[in-house]
């Protein structure tokens, strides 16, 4: 099946640094990747969606500015949490789709858990 | 408000008994429905998708239900096994096209017990 991996898995951080989370479609071409947050014991919740070669859609209330997204290649995600605070602290999880319908099954990667002190 | 439903609390199996797991949506107008299987710390593993024309779905012993009128979907695993013991995800995707990232529920968290 479809392999998704992300790196780091985990990652702790002082507080007001930047931390590059990547995402990375191993065995396919993903046309589109989506980045989630999921905090403890909560649903994952969809922070933006990125196409490769163009500008992130993101969710409402989530900062473009704060989260940078770039969608480099068909095999590469990259999700930069800028200047960093505790309360960013989450497990974020990209998931890679190859197709743009919906029924197109999405794969997920392990997930970064993030701690920021 | 929109919302996704899934039963709070850990539902408890003995083994060998059908698992049946709820997700109820709200002012939700899904084209798919999917349920996912998350390991502690791990992502999630995508287990069944049904659509909104379909009633039920069956993967070896798995089977999910969609309701439209009800706004529901089942989920059931039959002759459970304690390595079915994960958190269980319902999603879906609403109707409108292209493609768009998931809606999750909170999740149940099942427990089959030997």
């Known amino acids: 099946g479809a392999v998704v991996s992300q790196h780091p898995s985990r990652v702790i951080c002082k507080s007001g640094t930047s931390v590059k989370i990547e995402c990375r479609s191993l065995?396919?071409?993903?046309?589109?990747m989506f980045w989630y947050r999921q905090f403890p014991k909560q649903s994952l919740m969809l922070m933006a969606t990125s196409n490769e070669g163009s500008k992130a859609t993101y969710e409402q209330g989530v900062e473009k500015d704060k989260f940078l997204i770039n969608h480099a290649s068909l095999t590469l995600s990259t999700l930069t949490v800028t200047s960093a605070h505790p309360e960013d602290s989450s497990f974020y999880i990209c998931?890679?789709?190859?197709?743009?319908?919906?029924?197109?099954?999405?794969?997920f990667g392990p997930g970064t858990r993030l701690t920021v002190l | 408000s929109q919302k996704i439903e899934q039963n709070s609390e850990a539902l408890n199996i003995q083994e060998g008994k059908t698992a049946t797991l709820t997700c109820n949506y709200t002012n939700y107008s899904p084209a798919y429905l999917q349920w996912y299987r998350q390991d502690p710390g791990r992502g999630p593993v995508f287990l069944l998708l049904?659509?909104?024309?379909?009633k039920e779905k069956r993967k070896e012993r798995l089977k999910v239900t969609f309701d439209t009128t009800l706004k529901q979907s089942l989920f059931h695993i039959t002759a459970s096994q304690p390595a079915d013991s994960a958190t269980y995800l319902c999603?879906?995707?609403?109707?409108?096209?292209?493609?768009?990232?998931?809606?999750f529920g909170k999740g149940t968290h099942l427990i089959i017990q030997p």
């Open positions: 065995d396919f071409q993903a046309t589109t």
């Open positions: 049904i659509r909104e024309n379909e």
């Open positions: 998931s890679a789709s190859s197709g743009s319908h919906p029924s197109d099954e999405q794969f």
């Open positions: 999603a879906l995707v609403e109707s409108g096209g292209g493609a768009d990232g998931l809606t």
